[in-house]
T-cell receptor, first 115, second 115 residues
Framework: AQSVTQLGSHVSVSEGALVLLRCNYS??????LFWYVQYPNQGLQLLLK??????LVKGINGFEAEFKKSETSFHLTKPSAHMSDAAEYFC?????????????FGKGNQVVVIP | EAGVTQSPTHLIKTRGQQVTLRCSPI?????VYWYQQALGLGLQFLLW???????NRGNFPPRFSGRQFPNYSSELNVNALELEDSALYLC??????????????FGPGTRLTVL
C-alpha cells in the first residue's frame, strides 16, 4: 500500500521567509506526486504535480517541488512567504496503473504566516 | 471553464437518516471521485466512477454507495447515518483513464453534519 508522510501538522513561517514543507512517500512503483492547497472552507486546489521527466516541478503562486527518487521525497518550497500563503497543504500520491487511479493523502500541513 | 460543482453546500441530518450528495464534473471529464475529509482522519478515498462504472472503492462500509449518470454527473448516497459520518465530502473529476494517473480537480465540497 502506498502512504504519504508529512511531518509537522502546523508550520509557522515569517512573511518573506522560505517555506519548506516536507513530503515522503512509500510506493512499490514510481508514483505520480501532487501538492494541493486548501483555503478555509474551500476544496482542494492543485499547486503542482510530478508524473515523469524533469524532477524539479514549478507550480502556481511561486511554489516548486523536487522529486528525489533515492530519498522517496517530494518537498514543497517557496522562496518568500506571503500572507496569502496561509492555508493547509496536502501532499498526495497516485500509484497509477490499471484501476489504481486513487489519491492517497498525507495528513496535511497548516501553514501560518507571521507578519 | 466551469469547475467541479457540488450540491448542497451544507447539510444537517440526524442519526439513522439517509443523505444524497451531488457532483457535476468539469465538462469533458468522464471520471468522478469521492473523498471524505473528517476531522482527525484526514482525506480518505471513497469511490471512483468512470464511464458509468464503479472502478475502485475505498475502505468504507456498504452504506456508502453512489452512481454515475450518462452525463457523467454523480451522486453519493450514505444510508443509516452515524455521528462519525460528519465530514466534508469532496468530489473530484479527471479527464478519465483507467490506465494512467490523471490529475484530479476538486470541487468546493459538501459539509455534512450528523446530529
Amino acid at each position: 500500500a502506498q502512504s504519504v508522510t508529512q511531518l509537522g501538522s502546523h508550520v509557522s513561517v515569517s512573511e518573506g521567509a522560505l517555506v519548506l514543507l516536507r513530503c515522503n512517500y512509500s510506493s512499490s512503483v514510481p508514483p505520480y506526486l501532487f501538492w494541493y492547497v486548501q483555503y478555509p472552507n474551500q476544496g482542494l486546489q492543485l499547486l503542482l504535480k510530478y508524473t515523469t521527466g524533469a524532477t524539479l516541478v514549478k507550480g502556481i503562486n511561486g511554489f516548486e517541488a523536487e522529486f528525489k527518487k533515492s530519498e522517496t521525497s517530494f518537498h514543497l518550497t517557496k522562496p518568500s512567504a506571503h500572507m496569502s500563503d496561509a492555508a493547509e497543504y496536502f501532499c498526495a500520491v497516485n500509484k497509477g496503473g490499471y484501476g489504481n487511479n486513487r489519491l492517497a493523502f498525507g495528513k496535511g500541513n497548516q501553514v501560518v504566516v507571521i507578519p | 471553464e466551469a469547475g467541479v460543482t457540488q450540491s448542497p453546500t451544507h447539510l444537517i441530518k440526524t442519526r439513522g437518516q439517509q443523505v444524497t450528495l451531488r457532483c457535476s464534473p468539469i465538462s469533458g471529464h468522464t471520471s468522478v471521485y469521492w473523498y471524505q475529509q473528517a476531522l482527525g482522519l484526514g482525506l480518505q478515498f471513497l469511490l471512483w466512477y468512470d464511464e458509468g462504472e464503479e472502478r475502485n472503492r475505498g475502505n468504507f462500509p456498504p452504506r456508502f454507495s453512489g452512481r454515475q449518470f450518462p452525463n457523467y454527473s454523480s451522486e453519493l448516497n450514505v444510508n443509516a447515518l452515524e455521528l462519525e459520518d460528519s465530514a466534508l465530502y469532496l468530489c473530484a473529476s479527471s479527464p478519465g483513464s483507467v490506465v494512467t494517473a490523471d490529475t484530479q480537480y476538486f470541487g468546493p465540497g459538501t459539509r455534512l453534519t450528523v446530529l
